[in-house]
């Protein structure tokens, strides 16, 4: 256990309207990330960051925001939720300096944009 | 970029019989790591195996192990004495050693396994 928690779990929204999920952990790891999962499509990284204030696009970044104000949190903005946005957002976490290891996962947040 | 294919979208086995489950992918490095994670209903990620292609030895974790062949770029699981808490959708990855935490994970598209009592 990586010590993860990803709020909320589950979360309805209407199109347009701004959601934000948050990504916290324990451990004061340096690299978090974000991802979707999608039947069809696997896992497919949005955004990473590898430190306050640093991040990073991943390959699904289009209409995505995010942001690291304390190592401790990680923020996914959607800025204007679109249908095409309903999905399954894992946050995760690398351990170590380098990062370059496996990744620990959250529970997941199930979003339904109608 | 690098891509990870599971050819399986979907595999059935008896309960304690053994099954292999396949990935392949596509890289032009030659250091990197390799996964397996498993994904039960309740939708957590779960860590089953990770193997390091510098190292020539399979993985092995309790009934599960690896087949790992480099030159072909193929990382296939096997399962052993399957049981019905394996049940789950099993996802291959792959990630850079190079790039550091700066490279994600890229998955598969993952098996669905079935366990039959």
């Known amino acids: 256990d990586a010590g993860i928690t990803q709020s909320p779990r589950h979360k309805v929204t209407e199109t347009g309207t701004p959601v934000t999920l948050r990504c916290h952990q324990t451990?004061?790891?340096?690299?978090m990330y974000w991802y979707r999962q999608d039947p069809g499509h696997g896992l497919r990284l949005i955004h990473y960051?590898?430190?306050?204030?640093?991040?990073d696009k991943g390959e699904v970044s289009d209409g995505y925001s995010v942001s690291r104000s304390k190592t401790e949190d990680f923020l996914l903005t959607l800025e204007s939720a679109t249908s095409s946005q309903t999905s399954v957002y894992f946050c995760?976490?690398?351990?170590?300096?380098?990062?370059?290891?496996?990744?620990?996962f959250g529970q997941g947040t199930r979003l339904t944009v109608v | 970029a690098q891509t990870v294919t599971q050819s399986q979208p979907e595999m059935s086995v008896q309960e304690a019989e053994t099954v292999t489950l396949s990935c392949t992918y596509d890289?032009?490095?030659?250091?990197?790591?390799l996964f397996w994670y498993k994904q039960p209903p309740s939708r957590q990620m779960i860590l089953v195996i990770r193997?390091?292609?510098?190292?020539?030895q399979n993985a092995t974790e309790n009934r599960f192990s690896v087949n790992f062949q480099k030159a072909a770029k193929s990382f296939s699981l096997k399962i052993s004495d399957s049981q019905l808490g394996d049940a789950a959708m099993y996802f291959c990855?792959?990630?850079?050693?190079?790039?550091?935490?700066?490279?994600?994970?890229?998955f598969g598209k993952g098996t669905h396994l079935i366990i039959q009592p």
């Open positions: 995760a976490i690398s351990k170590g300096q380098t990062g370059n290891t496996e990744a620990f």
């Open positions: 890289t032009s490095e030659s250091d990197y790591y």
């Open positions: 990855a792959y990630r850079s050693w190079a790039g550091g935490g700066a490279d994600g994970l890229t």
């Open positions: 451990e004061n790891h340096r690299y």
């Open positions: 960051s590898y430190g306050v204030k640093d991040t």
């Open positions: 193997q390091e292609a510098y190292k020539q």
